[in-house]
């Protein structure tokens, strides 16, 4: 991580920027050496991987849609918010995958071979007799985390701001799904071949601008 954005600051000769990051893309390693490099950044918190006494605490705020609290956290901040709207998603979400794995089940597609951690597989346990059941206490406490989101940072930003850099992550991401696919274009109102060339190409030169 570290050689990369050294590269791109020598490149583009930046001197104030903050790296903003999503959570799968910054372990531990990656944080500590933007630390040591003087870099600002702003990453997206696996919240419920904190320590028990952060857990506690942040299960203990109030939630409240547009509300920030803040953590310390070694060095860094971390910021909590709440999202009512996030919450509805999380249960929608959680609730589709505890259904599938109950179809799965009923239907002995779940042996204790092709058990995994990942997704809500993570709600799957080994039984004393060594039958795979669903856990319904670990539904239960992930219902508890609904809505909440961390950002972790080092920066002096307002927790607003940390919230609202990180959310225009979308725009990068969308821009990579967009070229991995096919590039769509409105309608245009051109006849002749060299216009509609034109066009196109004016599109593609503003989107690989704005990308």
């Known amino acids: 991580m570290l050689p990369i954005v050294e590269d791109f600051v020598q490149r583009f000769k930046l001197e104030d920027f903050v790296v903003v990051a999503d959570s799968g893309l910054m372990s531990k390693s990656n944080i500590t050496q933007l630390?040591?490099?003087?870099?600002?950044?702003?990453?997206?918190?696996?919240?419920?991987n904190e320590t028990e006494e952060i857990k506690r605490n942040i299960l203990s705020l109030e939630k409240h849609d547009n509300e920030f609290?803040?953590?310390?956290?070694?060095?860094?901040?971390?910021?909590?918010?709440?999202s009512s709207l996030r919450a509805t998603k999380d249960k929608y979400n959680r609730e589709k995958g505890v259904k599938r794995l109950q179809k799965a089940y009923k239907t002995g597609n779940i042996?204790?071979?092709?058990?995994?951690?990942r997704g809500y597989n993570k709600f799957l346990e080994i039984s004393d007799n060594i039958k795979v059941i669903i856990n319904e206490e670990k539904i239960h406490e992930d219902e508890k985390w609904d809505g909440l989101k961390g950002y972790i940072t080092n920066t002096t930003l307002s927790a607003k701001d940390v919230y609202e850099q990180y959310n225009g992550l979308w725009v990068v991401e969308k821009a990579f799904r967009i070229t991995k696919g096919t590039l769509e274009i409105r309608p245009m109102f051109h006849f002749t071949p060299r216009r509609i060339e034109a066009h196109v190409c004016i599109c593609f030169v503003a989107y690989k601008v704005y990308k």
């Open 35 to 48: 630390q040591s490099g003087g870099y600002k950044y702003i990453v997206g918190a696996l919240i419920k």
């Open 69 to 82: 609290h803040e953590l310390k956290k070694g060095d860094s901040r971390l910021i909590v918010s709440y």
């Open 111 to 117: 042996t204790k071979e092709n058990i995994n951690k």
